[in-house]
T-cell receptor, first 113, second 115 residues
Framework: AQSVSQHNHHVILSEAASLELGCNYS??????LFWYVQYPGQHLQLLLK??????LVKGIKGFEAEFIKSKFSFNLRKPSVQWSDTAEYFC???????????FGAGTRLFVKA | DGGITQSPKYLFRKEGQNVTLSCEQN?????MYWYRQDPGQGLRLIYY???????QKGDIAEGYSVSREKKESFPLTVTSAQKNPTAFYLC??????????????FGQGTRLTVV
């Protein structure tokens, strides 16, 4: 079955620390990949997306993600986190030929001021 | 402004009652979805619909029903058969046209509590 795995359920960092959240998806052909973020009390919003082209994708608020096809991975990174990055982050995939978006279980990030 | 509207924001239901959650979008998207969000389990797909008058079960459809009579609307009914209905419910929509951006747009959610 098609699935998405996020490696960490909870991450705690201090401000200015670097962040990397892991995401792997199951093989299913060509994919579209997404990271969504849900800030406390707010609705889900798109952080960044990959459709084709440069496998290093830059999103909002200094986030980036790298698509590594051979590893079926799409890890999210940020060089220096801020307290305001405290949120839950979801990796998601859509397989070409299908259209439903499959989500990972989410990673709760808490950044200490 | 274009977007997805879910109502109500909070909903309380007595055990044994059916309740319907509303979802409306004005993004002209063909595809609509219902997800359930529980702590530590991410978003699990309940039902999805690719076109009007057609819908498919997702991973956790038991105890739920949907309809898609209009492109803009995709209401979800939580029936008394759903054994653990207390959760946060998210509606989403996207285009499903090949080669186009399949990014999903989300509503603000409905928090359902069974009392």
């Amino acid at each position: 079955a098609q699935s998405v795995s996020q490696h960490n359920h909870h991450v705690i960092l201090s401000e200015a620390a670097s962040l990397e959240l892991g995401c792997n998806y199951s093989y299913g052909g060509t994919v579209n990949l997404f990271w969504y973020v849900q800030y406390p009390g707010q609705h889900l919003q798109l952080l960044l997306k990959y459709f084709s082209g440069d496998p290093l994708v830059k999103g909002i608020k200094g986030f980036e993600a790298e698509f590594i096809k051979s590893k079926f991975s799409f890890n999210l990174r940020k060089p220096s986190v801020q307290w305001s990055d405290t949120a839950e982050y979801f990796c998601a995939v859509t397989y070409t030929g299908g259209f439903k978006t499959i989500f990972g279980a989410g990673t709760r990030l808490f950044v200490k001021a | 402004d274009g977007g997805i509207t879910q109502s109500p924001k909070y909903l309380f239901r007595k055990e044994g009652q059916n309740v319907t959650l509303s979802c409306e979008q004005n993004l002209n998207h063909d595809a609509m979805y219902w997800y359930r969000q529980d702590p530590g389990q991410g978003l699990r797909l309940i039902y999805y619909s690719q076109i009007v008058n057609d819908f498919q079960k997702g991973d956790i459809a038991e105890g739920y029903s949907v309809s898609r009579e209009k492109k803009e609307s995709f209401p979800l009914t939580v029936t008394s058969a759903q054994k653990n209905p207390t959760a946060f419910y998210l509606c989403a929509s996207s285009t499903d046209r090949p080669g186009m951006n399949t990014e999903a747009f989300f509503g603000q959610g409905t928090r359902l509590t069974v009392v």
